[in-house]
């Protein structure tokens, strides 16, 4: 976390919100606990446990540093709801959020996290990172691929660059777009593109625990091929 970001937030009254739609689950591993140093201090964070938690799309989940910040926000008290209002120990969901009649979306995730315990959750987010990482060294170690940004948490860009070539950076771009349209025509795998400094480059997300090292080479060697 940047702390002028904080401090700002802090001098200027400012909401501080993070978005840890996907990155917030990485808080489990230990390199990615020192990546989020400093979340706990954020207002509100985002995390959605449909992507790096593995669980049923959708489901999202906002946590909040005071839930009466909720309450003073969306509670209603209408005429047809004053025989079910509870007492004020009682939680009801509909005082915090613009739902007032919602699945038990949550239940999936509890019921993962009994099945098969907080360990096993770690250790495939460890293993996604570990992963990534792995597939920057093997990147690293060909001339024909060129790192645009390193491997962080489970992502990883990159883009087809031979060394010694002569293409314009328009045909580049234009290459590792058809690079990532022809592998997802093939089936094979599913690999898209992001634009990152202005340049196209392919963005491997690497957070299914059963994608193993060999499919990622054999990803890549595909690429080549179509390059």
């Known amino acids: 976390?940047?702390?002028?970001?904080?401090?700002?937030?802090?001098?200027?009254?400012l909401w501080f919100h993070i978005d840890g739609a996907y990155g917030g689950a990485a808080i489990l591993d230990k390199k990615g606990k020192e990546l989020l140093k400093g979340i706990s201090k954020a207002d509100s964070i985002?995390?959605?446990?449909?992507?790096?938690?593995?669980?049923?799309?959708?489901?999202?989940?906002?946590?909040?540093?005071?839930?009466?910040?909720?309450?003073?926000?969306?509670?209603?008290?209408?005429?047809?709801?004053?025989?079910?209002?509870?007492?004020?120990s009682e939680i009801n969901f509909y005082d915090h959020g613009v739902q007032l009649t919602r699945r038990f979306r949550a239940l999936k995730f509890y019921m993962s996290l009994k099945t098969f315990g907080l360990k096993a959750f770690r250790n495939a987010i460890s293993y996604n990172?570990?992963?990534a990482e792995k597939t920057e060294r093997l990147l690293r170690k060909s001339s024909k691929w060129e790192i645009v940004s390193p491997a962080t948490l489970a992502i990883i860009?990159?883009?087809?660059?031979?060394?010694?070539?002569?293409?314009?950076?328009?045909?580049?771009?234009a290459l590792n777009q058809k690079i990532s349209e022809s592998v997802l025509a093939s089936k094979e795998a599913f690999l898209v593109t992001t634009v990152l400094n202005g340049q196209v480059v392919l963005r491997m997300c690497l957070i299914n625990p059963r994608t193993s090292f060999q499919d990622v080479k054999n990803t890549i060697a595909l690429c080549e091929q179509f390059a």
């Not at 976390?1 to 009254?13: A, C, P």
């Not at 860009?157 to 771009?173: A, C, M, Q, T, V």
């Open 1 to 13: 976390m940047n702390k002028d970001t904080l401090e700002l937030s802090k001098e200027e009254k």
């Open 157 to 173: 860009n990159f883009r087809y660059n031979p060394i010694g070539n002569k293409l314009s950076e328009k045909e580049l771009d």
């Open 129 to 131: 990172i570990a992963l």
């Open 46 to 88: 985002t995390v959605d446990p449909h992507k790096w938690f593995f669980q049923p799309y959708e489901m999202g989940c906002l946590l909040i540093r005071n839930h009466k910040h909720l309450k003073s926000t969306f509670v209603e008290k209408p005429e047809y709801l004053r025989d079910i209002e509870g007492n004020e």
